[in-house]
């Protein structure tokens, strides 16, 4: 029997990430790579369980050395990477004078540093199986920035350069590298906020997205799916939008 292709998934014990890895395990061999081993345990078991192929390991993205040495245990242990959904993500949401260098550096690290060097260390492989692909999960901030979290917006903002620039650079080898860029999604991560806030941003949620709901993880695991596949074959260098209306861009 042929081997399915092996995906790694970053930030995929929880939200968006978690949505696309339930949806792509049903047709690939994922690696669901977290800073929480036990959240990703958990999942893996739960999807193990119904049939799927899925391999917990712990990745903290902001550390080259650790992406390098998880990325060749994984290689040996179970199996080349043919796919990558860089998705690992934190959220600082403050005013600009309360922005610490720390807190800047912290959300480059993550999203920035650690997607490039997360995709540094799959692309060699990519590059000589002649076929592959990549999927940032950047905004749709990226486009039109944001009040009280310009770290957030500006580092997913880079990853969408990133994304272009990677396109640009590996479309010979028939890899192609595109962008999500969510609106409002029913997250942990937009979650993590006092109850107070979080009522509040719900209402304005409600008030500025056409379609008056929030989006959902499953929703994007559908998303990233479609970008990795032969569905999205001539697509490459591009930030899609799943937001409800919220940016038309």
Same mark, same amino acid.
């Given at each position: ?17 978690? =949505?696309? !890895?339930?949806?792509? $395990?049903?047709?690939?061999? %994922? ?8 959240? /990703?345990? +958990? ?89 592959? =692909?990549? !999927?940032?999960?950047? $905004?749709?901030?990226?486009? %039109? ?8 917006? /500006?580092? +997913? ?93």
């Amino acid at each position: 029997m042929e081997t399915r292709d092996m995906l790694l998934v970053t930030g995929g014990a929880s939200g968006i990430g978690e =949505g696309a !890895v339930r949806r792509l $395990s049903a047709r690939m061999r %994922v690696v669901i790579a977290d800073r929480d081993l036990p959240r /990703a345990e +958990k999942l893996s078991a739960e999807l193990n369980a119904s049939g799927a192929e899925t391999y917990p390991v712990e990745m903290d993205v902001t550390s080259g050395a650790a992406i390098r040495q998880t990325v060749a245990r994984i290689s040996q242990d179970i199996g080349p990477i043919h796919h990558l959904f860089s998705n690992a993500g934190i959220n600082i949401r403050t005013p600009v004078e309360a922005i610490t260098p720390a807190d800047w550096a912290a959300m480059m690290n993550t999203h920035v540093k650690g997607g490039m060097m997360v995709a540094q260390a799959v692309l060699p492989r990519m590059v000589a199986d002649r076929k592959g =692909g990549i !999927v940032f999960t950047s $905004s749709d901030f990226a486009v %039109v920035g944001m009040t009280n979290g310009v770290s957030y917006a /500006a580092a +997913k903002t880079a990853l969408y350069s990133l994304t272009k620039s990677l396109a640009l650079e590996f479309a010979p080898y028939g890899i192609r590298v595109n962008a999500i860029g969510p609106g409002p999604i029913d997250t942990p991560l937009l979650r993590d906020r006092p109850a107070a806030e979080w009522e509040a941003a719900q209402a304005r949620f409600m008030q500025i997205v056409p379609m008056k709901r929030m989006g959902t993880p499953a929703e994007m695991g559908a998303l990233v799916d479609f970008l990795l596949s032969d569905r999205s074959s001539y697509i490459t260098g591009q930030l899609l939008h799943p937001n409800g209306g919220q940016v038309m861009w």
